[in-house]
């Protein structure tokens, strides 16, 4: 089965997305603990499409959370009791996958508010992907069901 | 969609949440939490009903538990067993008190 989904790249169509991933992972047979996890995932990338792949820059280089506008297109797949996950944008290249993990072990004062989010995708999902291809951020994430 | 039940007591305050905490809701949380957290000394979070929680959930979590780490205590309860795992993950089971 393949499903494709595509809005703009805004924080207010995560809604959305997230029926449609609820209702794609009902009609596959999806466990409450993997569709929390995939639900997760899903808000996570889609936020951070959302804040930063369209982003404008100011005058002095610094980049502006939720300037611009452009497309996302969530596809899901499920076969072999797998369930694949794939994001594609057309804004600026960037691969979620090089970003430095958190360290999870700090105290409560050390800890930074934030960063946690891509750290959560790739701790629940199987496996990640990243590829730049004509011009497009392609990001598929897979679960095993 | 999330919605927050808040029983006060003096100083003691118990936040019920109902639904989502996610991007959307987060600041929900944020807002309600802020506005009378400067007179608390005892702060839980019942989450029985919470259905889901993304980090920007844990943002909001983690900057009230620094908070009440300086004024007083703050704890979790009826964590359920999907909310714990998220929590054992990023090693927010070590820093918040869970009951």
Do not use: W
């Not at chain 1, 569709?35 to 899903?42: D, E, I, K």
């Amino acid at each position: 089965m393949e499903k494709t989904f595509e809005c703009e790249a805004k924080i207010e169509n995560l809604g959305k997305a997230n029926a449609f991933l609820e209702e794609t992972l009902e009609e596959v047979g999806c466990g409450m603990k993997q569709s929390m996890q995939l639900s997760v995932a899903l808000e996570e990338i889609f936020v951070n499409i959302a804040h930063y792949a369209y982003a404008e820059a100011d005058s002095s280089g610094n980049i502006i959370p939720d300037t611009g506008s452009g497309r996302v297109r969530l596809t899901l797949v499920a076969e072999d009791g797998k369930v694949f996950m794939t994001f594609e944008d057309e804004g600026v290249p960037y691969n979620p996958l090089e970003k430095d993990d958190p360290d999870v072990t700090l105290s409560v004062n050390d800890r930074e508010i934030g960063g946690l989010g891509i750290f959560m995708v790739k701790k629940s999902m199987d496996d990640m992907k990243y590829e730049h291809k004509d011009g497009k951020n392609i990001l598929t994430l897979m679960k095993k069901l | 969609m999330l919605n927050i039940n808040i029983l006060k007591d003096g100083g003691k305050a118990v936040f019920a949440l109902e639904g989502r905490l996610d991007t959307s809701t987060a600041p929900q949380l944020e807002d309600a939490v802020n506005k009378d957290i400067a007179e608390l000394t005892d702060i839980s979070f019942d989450f029985a009903n919470l259905e889901y929680i993304s980090s920007a959930g844990l943002r909001v979590l983690l900057s009230t538990q620094k908070t009440m780490n300086k004024q007083g205590k703050m704890v979790i309860k009826n964590v359920s067993e999907e909310v714990l795992e998220i929590f054992d993950v990023t090693g927010f089971s070590d820093i918040l008190t869970i009951e």
